[in-house]
Protein backbone atom coordinates (compact mmCIF):
# COMPACT_ATOMS: atom_id res chain seq x y z
CA UNK A 1 0.00 0.00 0.00
CA UNK A 2 1.57 3.25 -1.61
CA UNK A 3 1.95 6.36 1.34
CA UNK A 4 0.82 9.14 -0.51
CA UNK A 5 -1.86 11.19 2.24
CA UNK A 6 -0.37 14.05 3.81
CA UNK A 7 -2.77 15.69 6.26
CA UNK A 8 -3.34 19.09 7.73
CA UNK A 9 -5.09 20.56 10.06
CA UNK A 10 -7.17 24.13 8.67
CA UNK A 11 -8.85 24.87 11.38
CA UNK A 12 -10.85 23.30 14.45
CA UNK A 13 -12.71 21.49 12.89
CA UNK A 14 -11.72 20.90 9.67
CA UNK A 15 -8.48 18.73 8.35
CA UNK A 16 -7.05 18.54 4.96
CA UNK A 17 -6.39 15.23 2.88
CA UNK A 18 -4.02 15.85 0.36
CA UNK A 19 -3.33 12.92 -1.92
CA UNK A 20 0.04 13.45 -3.63
CA UNK A 21 -0.95 16.88 -4.46
CA UNK A 22 -3.69 15.42 -6.99
CA UNK A 23 -6.67 15.49 -5.47
CA UNK A 24 -8.00 16.85 -2.14
CA UNK A 25 -10.26 15.63 0.48
CA UNK A 26 -11.41 16.72 3.79
CA UNK A 27 -12.26 15.48 7.58
CA UNK A 28 -14.91 17.60 9.18
CA UNK A 29 -14.84 16.52 12.76
CA UNK A 30 -17.94 17.76 15.01
CA UNK A 31 -18.81 16.86 19.06
CA UNK A 32 -20.58 13.39 18.09
CA UNK A 33 -19.68 12.48 14.47
CA UNK A 34 -17.11 13.18 11.78
CA UNK A 35 -17.80 13.31 8.02
CA UNK A 36 -15.43 12.27 4.83
CA UNK A 37 -15.84 14.41 1.88
CA UNK A 38 -14.56 12.54 -0.80
CA UNK A 39 -11.88 9.91 -0.91
CA UNK A 40 -9.43 10.80 -3.75
CA UNK A 41 -7.52 8.15 -5.74
CA UNK A 42 -7.80 4.85 -3.49
CA UNK A 43 -3.62 4.24 -3.57
CA UNK A 44 -3.77 4.74 0.43
CA UNK A 45 -5.83 3.43 2.85
CA UNK A 46 -7.86 6.67 3.54
CA UNK A 47 -9.95 5.49 6.21
CA UNK A 48 -6.69 4.04 8.34
CA UNK A 49 -5.58 7.79 7.75
CA UNK A 50 -9.01 9.15 9.41
CA UNK A 51 -8.39 7.06 12.31
CA UNK A 52 -5.26 8.44 13.31
CA UNK A 53 -7.06 11.66 13.55
CA UNK A 54 -10.41 11.02 14.81
CA UNK A 55 -12.51 7.83 16.45
CA UNK A 56 -15.53 9.35 15.76
CA UNK A 57 -18.26 7.73 14.06
CA UNK A 58 -17.83 8.46 10.55
CA UNK A 59 -19.92 9.35 7.63
CA UNK A 60 -18.42 9.42 3.82
CA UNK A 61 -19.94 12.37 1.14
CA UNK A 62 -18.83 12.26 -1.94
CA UNK A 63 -19.41 15.59 -3.14
CA UNK A 64 -19.89 13.78 -7.18
CA UNK A 65 -19.09 10.22 -9.61
CA UNK A 66 -15.18 10.95 -10.74
CA UNK A 67 -13.06 8.97 -10.04
CA UNK A 68 -10.08 10.70 -8.27
CA UNK A 69 -12.77 11.68 -6.02
CA UNK A 70 -14.78 8.25 -5.18
CA UNK A 71 -11.59 5.31 -5.51
CA UNK A 72 -10.70 5.48 -1.61
CA UNK A 73 -14.74 4.30 -0.87
CA UNK A 74 -13.82 1.27 -0.74
CA UNK A 75 -12.15 1.20 2.72
CA UNK A 76 -15.36 2.13 3.59
CA UNK A 77 -19.04 0.25 4.10
CA UNK A 78 -21.02 3.01 2.52
CA UNK A 79 -21.19 6.50 0.94
CA UNK A 80 -23.41 9.13 0.35
CA UNK A 81 -23.77 10.61 -3.06
CA UNK A 82 -26.43 12.65 -5.19
CA UNK A 83 -28.11 9.92 -7.15
CA UNK A 84 -27.80 12.12 -10.35
CA UNK A 85 -24.25 10.65 -10.57
CA UNK A 86 -24.90 6.97 -9.71
CA UNK A 87 -24.16 6.04 -13.63
CA UNK A 88 -21.14 8.18 -13.99
CA UNK A 89 -19.88 6.45 -10.42
CA UNK A 90 -20.21 2.87 -12.31
CA UNK A 91 -19.19 3.80 -15.87
CA UNK A 92 -15.97 5.05 -13.38
CA UNK A 93 -15.40 1.66 -11.43
CA UNK A 94 -14.75 0.17 -14.92
CA UNK A 95 -11.65 1.41 -15.50
CA UNK A 96 -8.81 -1.41 -15.51
CA UNK A 97 -7.00 0.82 -12.74
CA UNK A 98 -9.97 0.70 -10.45
CA UNK A 99 -10.48 -2.98 -11.23
CA UNK A 100 -6.54 -3.62 -10.18
CA UNK A 101 -7.00 -1.47 -7.43
CA UNK A 102 -10.19 -3.80 -6.36
CA UNK A 103 -7.91 -6.97 -6.72
CA UNK A 104 -5.00 -6.12 -4.62
CA UNK A 105 -6.56 -4.90 -1.96
CA UNK A 106 -9.49 -7.42 -1.93
CA UNK A 107 -11.99 -4.83 -1.53
CA UNK A 108 -15.05 -3.33 -3.84
CA UNK A 109 -16.93 0.02 -4.08
CA UNK A 110 -19.36 0.40 -1.40
CA UNK A 111 -23.46 1.03 -1.83
CA UNK A 112 -24.13 4.85 -2.72
CA UNK A 113 -27.05 6.04 -0.56
CA UNK A 114 -28.90 9.20 -2.01
CA UNK A 115 -28.56 12.68 -0.54
CA UNK A 116 -31.21 15.23 -1.29
CA UNK A 117 -30.92 18.95 -2.10
CA UNK A 118 -30.90 20.81 1.25
CA UNK A 119 -30.60 17.69 3.35
CA UNK A 120 -28.39 18.61 6.70
CA UNK A 121 -26.55 16.30 7.94
CA UNK A 122 -25.69 16.59 12.04
CA UNK A 123 -22.32 16.25 13.16
CA UNK A 124 -22.92 17.63 16.60
CA UNK A 125 -22.62 21.45 17.31
CA UNK A 126 -21.72 21.30 13.33
CA UNK A 127 -24.33 20.81 10.45
CA UNK A 128 -23.43 20.19 6.99
CA UNK A 129 -26.15 21.33 4.44
CA UNK A 130 -26.19 19.78 1.03
CA UNK A 131 -26.58 22.27 -2.42
CA UNK A 132 -27.04 20.53 -5.35
CA UNK A 133 -24.87 22.08 -7.78
CA UNK A 134 -24.80 20.43 -11.29
CA UNK A 135 -22.15 21.36 -14.30
CA UNK A 136 -19.31 19.69 -14.26
CA UNK A 137 -21.03 16.60 -13.02
CA UNK A 138 -25.05 16.00 -13.50
CA UNK A 139 -24.43 15.24 -9.45
CA UNK A 140 -22.25 17.91 -8.44
CA UNK A 141 -23.20 18.89 -4.54
CA UNK A 142 -21.60 21.62 -2.36
CA UNK A 143 -21.56 21.22 1.36
CA UNK A 144 -21.86 24.37 3.57
CA UNK A 145 -20.66 23.91 6.95
CA UNK A 146 -23.37 26.47 8.53
CA UNK A 147 -21.46 27.16 11.78
CA UNK A 148 -17.93 27.66 10.59
CA UNK A 149 -19.30 29.49 7.64
CA UNK A 150 -17.19 26.98 4.92
CA UNK A 151 -18.51 25.87 1.36
CA UNK A 152 -16.58 22.54 0.28
CA UNK A 153 -17.52 22.68 -3.40
CA UNK A 154 -15.62 19.19 -4.71
CA UNK A 155 -14.88 20.49 -8.37
CA UNK A 156 -17.69 22.46 -9.14
CA UNK A 157 -16.33 25.36 -8.31
CA UNK A 158 -12.63 25.87 -8.30
CA UNK A 159 -9.83 27.61 -10.71
CA UNK A 160 -9.65 24.72 -13.00
CA UNK A 161 -12.56 24.33 -13.84
CA UNK A 162 -12.76 21.52 -16.29
CA UNK A 163 -16.13 21.50 -18.38
CA UNK A 164 -15.13 19.59 -21.65
CA UNK A 165 -15.78 16.21 -20.25
CA UNK A 166 -18.77 14.77 -22.46
CA UNK A 167 -20.64 14.01 -18.55
CA UNK A 168 -20.22 18.24 -18.01
CA UNK A 169 -23.66 20.07 -18.63
CA UNK A 170 -23.46 22.94 -20.94
CA UNK A 171 -22.32 26.02 -19.59
CA UNK A 172 -25.47 27.99 -19.85
CA UNK A 173 -27.23 25.57 -18.00
CA UNK A 174 -23.98 25.47 -15.21
CA UNK A 175 -24.28 29.33 -15.17
CA UNK A 176 -28.07 29.30 -14.31
CA UNK A 177 -27.50 26.91 -11.34
CA UNK A 178 -24.95 28.66 -10.41
CA UNK A 179 -26.74 32.13 -9.81
CA UNK A 180 -29.77 29.68 -8.40
CA UNK A 181 -26.85 28.84 -5.12
CA UNK A 182 -25.86 32.26 -5.28
CA UNK A 183 -27.96 32.19 -1.28
CA UNK A 184 -24.47 30.74 -0.35
CA UNK A 185 -22.61 33.71 -0.64
CA UNK A 186 -24.37 35.06 2.31
CA UNK A 187 -23.68 32.54 4.50
CA UNK A 188 -20.03 31.31 3.54
CA UNK A 189 -17.16 32.78 3.87
CA UNK A 190 -14.57 30.55 2.55
CA UNK A 191 -14.43 27.80 -0.03
CA UNK A 192 -12.81 24.63 0.04
CA UNK A 193 -12.81 22.79 -3.14
CA UNK A 194 -11.46 19.27 -4.45
CA UNK A 195 -7.67 19.55 -5.28
CA UNK A 196 -7.50 23.01 -2.92
CA UNK A 197 -4.43 23.65 -0.68
CA UNK A 198 -6.05 26.17 1.53
CA UNK A 199 -9.16 28.20 1.96
CA UNK A 200 -10.10 30.51 -0.97
CA UNK A 201 -12.37 33.39 -0.42
CA UNK A 202 -15.87 33.19 -1.29
CA UNK A 203 -15.17 36.00 -3.64
CA UNK A 204 -13.80 32.88 -5.68
CA UNK A 205 -17.91 31.89 -6.68
CA UNK A 206 -18.30 35.40 -8.56
CA UNK A 207 -15.28 35.14 -10.33
CA UNK A 208 -16.37 31.83 -12.00
CA UNK A 209 -19.62 33.26 -12.46
CA UNK A 210 -18.41 36.37 -13.99
CA UNK A 211 -15.87 33.62 -16.14
CA UNK A 212 -18.58 31.64 -17.49
CA UNK A 213 -20.49 34.55 -18.41
CA UNK A 214 -17.46 35.95 -20.23
CA UNK A 215 -17.43 32.86 -21.87
CA UNK A 216 -20.67 32.36 -23.06
CA UNK A 217 -21.00 36.36 -23.98
CA UNK A 218 -17.74 36.27 -26.02
CA UNK A 219 -18.26 32.57 -27.70
CA UNK A 220 -14.58 32.46 -26.87
CA UNK A 221 -13.70 34.89 -28.84
CA UNK A 222 -12.25 37.13 -26.28
CA UNK A 223 -9.26 38.22 -24.87
CA UNK A 224 -8.85 35.32 -22.39
CA UNK A 225 -9.21 32.31 -24.68
CA UNK A 226 -6.34 30.00 -25.67
CA UNK A 227 -7.21 28.18 -28.52
CA UNK A 228 -6.11 24.23 -27.93
CA UNK A 229 -3.66 24.73 -25.50
CA UNK A 230 -4.47 22.39 -22.26
CA UNK A 231 -4.01 19.06 -23.19
CA UNK A 232 -5.45 16.40 -20.53
CA UNK A 233 -6.08 12.56 -20.17
CA UNK A 234 -7.53 11.74 -23.34
CA UNK A 235 -7.25 14.81 -25.42
CA UNK A 236 -7.07 18.29 -25.77
CA UNK A 237 -9.54 21.28 -25.01
CA UNK A 238 -9.48 25.49 -25.21
CA UNK A 239 -9.29 27.27 -22.10
CA UNK A 240 -11.11 31.13 -20.65
CA UNK A 241 -9.09 32.40 -18.41
CA UNK A 242 -11.18 34.12 -15.29
CA UNK A 243 -9.72 35.91 -12.29
CA UNK A 244 -6.24 36.05 -11.75
CA UNK A 245 -4.43 32.89 -12.77
CA UNK A 246 -7.77 30.60 -13.22
CA UNK A 247 -9.23 28.50 -16.35
CA UNK A 248 -12.24 27.17 -17.55
CA UNK A 249 -11.63 23.92 -19.73
CA UNK A 250 -14.06 23.51 -22.28
CA UNK A 251 -14.81 22.17 -25.82
CA UNK A 252 -17.80 23.97 -27.19
CA UNK A 253 -19.48 27.13 -26.04
CA UNK A 254 -23.41 27.30 -25.47
Known amino acids: MQKRISTKQLSEHIYLLDDFGQASGYLVTGSKKAAVIDTMNGYENVY ?3 RTITDLPLILINTHGHCDHIFGNIYFNEAYMNPADNVLAAKQTQHEEFLE ?4 TNRKMPPFKP ?5 KIDLGNLTLRVIFLPGHTAGGICLLLEEDRVLFTGDSINHHLWMQ ?3 CLPLSVFLENLKSISFVKAEADRILHGHAQDFDDIS ?4 LADGVQDLLTTG ?3 DGIY ?3 YRWMIGKCKQHQFGKDSVICYD ?3
Not at 204 to 207: I, T
Open 48 to 50: SVV
Open 165 to 167: LEE
Open 101 to 104: LCRT
Open 252 to 254: TVR
Open 227 to 229: EYN
Open 220 to 222: GKG
Open 204 to 207: LFDE
Open 115 to 119: LSNGE
